[in-house]
Each structure stands twice: as structure tokens, then as C-alpha cells.
């Protein structure tokens, strides 16, 4: 690596390693795509659906954003759809906690909102979460622009709650997919034998 333009170098590496992961993808025989396609369309309905059930049996406001959090964590692996859910909870949980902060001591109006969206990414930045600045932006733009009854910390709370229903439904799903995918690899095919 260049001594003079490290992150460039890590930027560009980066970006050859994800052109070639989706030239993998694009050869896959249309067949396979259409597995995994429904594979994770299926993945992504359990999870939401787990989710959104939990949250009307529980009582939470907004039951749908446990579905909606449990679609945007799922991924194609099980370890994926782990780091995903850590960045989701990392990024909920600054988010509201720098969304609270902010209108408790500016007030709610636009340019509040504004600078607490810059701040929260900047922050995950900053704390070595990157890949968690955007859920925190979501989480403050939910916090602070969704019409809700209520305080500010009671909607942050209740929030942070439907997003963690929806992550844990979704590694439960994606945690069975991914055992039942790994037992049928691992699969002996049946003796083949000449009659």
C-alpha cells in the first residue's frame, strides 16, 4: 500500500473486492438466483412477520417497526445478518441518544434535526462504526420527525425496543436458515448404484 495515499489505496481495494463478489453473483446460473431470491424473500417475510406479531403481542406503539427493522437487518448469511444488527443497534442507540440530547437542549425544529443527522453520522465515524451512521441518522430522523404522542424519551425508548424485537427475530430466522442450508450441504447424496 502507498505510504503517501492510504486510504485511497484501501478505497480502491475495497471497491475491486465488491466488483468481484458481484460479477460472482451476476455468473450464478438464473435457477440459483432465483433459489437464493426466494430463499431471502422468505428469510426477510419470517423475520417481519415474527417481529410485527411480537410487537402487537407486546403492546408497542408502532409494532411495524420491528417488522421493518427485522427486513433491513436480514441478510444473505447468518454472520452478515449479525454484523448488520450490531450496526443497527449501535446506530439506534446513538441516534436516539444524540436525537433526546439535541431537543432537550435546542428545541424541536428543522435545524435541530439537521445538525443531530450530520452529528450522529460523524459520531459513528468517528467511535469506528461507520457502517452504523446511516441507522443512526434514521433513528433521530424517526425520533425527531414521525408525528408520535409522548415525550422524545419515551418515544427513543419504545423505538429502541421495536428495533431490538426486529433484530432478534431476524438472527433467529437467519440462525435457523442458515443450519438447515449447512445440513442439507453437508448432506451425503444417495449411493448411486447400477441396477
Not at 471497491?15 to 431470491?37: C, D, N
Not at 462504526?129 to 404522542?149: D, F
Not at 428495533?163 to 442450508?181: K, M, Q, R, Y
Request: glycine share 8%.
Amino acid at each position: 500500500m502507498s505510504e503517501r495515499h492510504p486510504i485511497r489505496d484501501s478505497a480502491r481495494q475495497l471497491s475491486s473486492v465488491q466488483q468481484q463478489l458481484a460479477q460472482i453473483y451476476k455468473r450464478m446460473p438464473w435457477g440459483h438466483r432465483l433459489l437464493k431470491g426466494l430463499s431471502m424473500g422468505l428469510q426477510a417475510l419470517a423475520s417481519a412477520s415474527l417481529g410485527y406479531e411480537l410487537g402487537l403481542l407486546l403492546h408497542t406503539q408502532q409494532a411495524f417497526w420491528a417488522a421493518l427493522t427485522a427486513i433491513s437487518v436480514t441478510q444473505q448469511t447468518y454472520i452478515d445478518t449479525r454484523n448488520s444488527s450490531r450496526d443497527q443497534v449501535i446506530g439506534a442507540a446513538i441516534g436516539a441518544a444524540v436525537a433526546i440530547a439535541a431537543t432537550y437542549l435546542i428545541g424541536d425544529n428543522y435545524l435541530c434535526y439537521a445538525g443531530t443527522m450530520v452529528a450522529v453520522i460523524v459520531l459513528c465515524w468517528c467511535f469506528n462504526v461507520g457502517n452504523a451512521g446511516k441507522l443512526s441518522a434514521t433513528t433521530a430522523t424517526i425520533v425527531m420527525l414521525v408525528p408520535h404522542e409522548g415525550s422524545f424519551w419515551t418515544v427513543a425508548l419504545t423505538r429502541l425496543g421495536e428495533v431490538t424485537l426486529g433484530i432478534a427475530c431476524a438472527l433467529i430466522v437467519t440462525g435457523a436458515a442458515h443450519w438447515l442450508e449447512r445440513r442439507w450441504l453437508e448432506r451425503d447424496p444417495a449411493p448411486h448404484t447400477d441396477g
